[in-house]
């Protein structure tokens, strides 16, 4: 479903570099989310916006940032990246409360 | 917080049989459940869902019963196909901050 783009599909990092991951959705939703799928973990929520303003937050780790600069888009800033932040990271949107449609994912390799 | 669990892990059905997938809750705030079915290396598709008002709901092949005061939910899928093979995950959602837990998910590998 082209209608949420994740850019880029696969990501090799160094441990302690930056790297952001891209989110755009074409579904006209209101809310956005983030969501992390490891060999270690089950989906694991991270992020929900509602119009553009943070809703819920439960990634412990500041290293983690959001960025939403237009309504469509939600960014994911991910500072002084560690090996154990390898995962598949999805973002997803949603009418409200609706059923939430995820994108195709970002693998992130950190070396 | 919520806590969601799935059982069985793993099934291996031939082309043709039912399948039951069971999925508990803990937080009885919970209000909706949707459930998602994962190929490999592909995104989380949404298959059906039902809300805490409901008992029941049936889209094709797929059959959701809910129980609220046992917080169980099953999954029944009937006539199972290749295409089937999938993981499946429950997932729940008190609808504050939209937030959904998942549960560990359910592999389901269909026979040809």
């Known amino acids: 479903d082209p209608k949420i783009i994740q850019k880029p599909k696969y990501l090799v990092a160094v441990t302690g570099s930056e790297k952001i991951l891209i989110c755009e959705q074409y579904?006209?939703?209101?809310?956005m989310y983030w969501y992390r799928q490891s060999a270690k973990k089950p989906l694991e929520f991270m992020f929900s916006?509602?119009?553009?303003?943070?809703?819920d937050n439960q990634t412990a780790s500041s290293r983690f940032q959001p960025q939403s600069s237009k309504k469509n888009h939600l960014d994911l800033q991910i500072t002084a990246l560690k090996p154990d932040d390898s995962a598949t990271y999805f973002c997803?949107?949603?009418?409200?409360?609706?059923?939430?449609?995820f994108g195709p994912g970002t693998r992130l390799t950190v070396l | 917080g919520e806590q969601v669990e799935q059982l069985p892990s793993s099934l291996i059905v031939q082309e043709g049989a039912s399948v039951l997938i069971n999925c508990s809750y803990t937080?009885?705030?919970?209000?909706?459940f949707p459930w998602y079915k994962q190929e490999p290396g592909k995104r989380l598709q949404f298959i059906i869902d039902?809300?805490?008002?409901?008992e029941r709901k049936q889209t094709q092949r797929l059959t959701l019963l809910f129980d609220k005061k046992t917080k169980h939910l099953s999954l029944h899928i009937t006539a199972t196909q290749p295409g089937d093979s999938a993981i499946y995950f429950c997932?729940?959602?008190?609808?504050?901050?939209?937030?959904?837990?998942f549960g560990t998910g359910t592999s389901l590998l269909v026979d040809p």
């Open positions: 997803a949107s949603s009418q409200d409360g609706a059923e939430q449609f």
């Open positions: 579904l006209g939703h209101n809310a």
């Open positions: 916006y509602s119009y553009q303003k943070l809703m």
């Open positions: 937080d009885s705030a919970s209000v909706y």
């Open positions: 039902i809300r805490s008002n409901m």
């Open positions: 997932s729940a959602t008190s609808n504050m901050g939209y937030k959904l837990t």
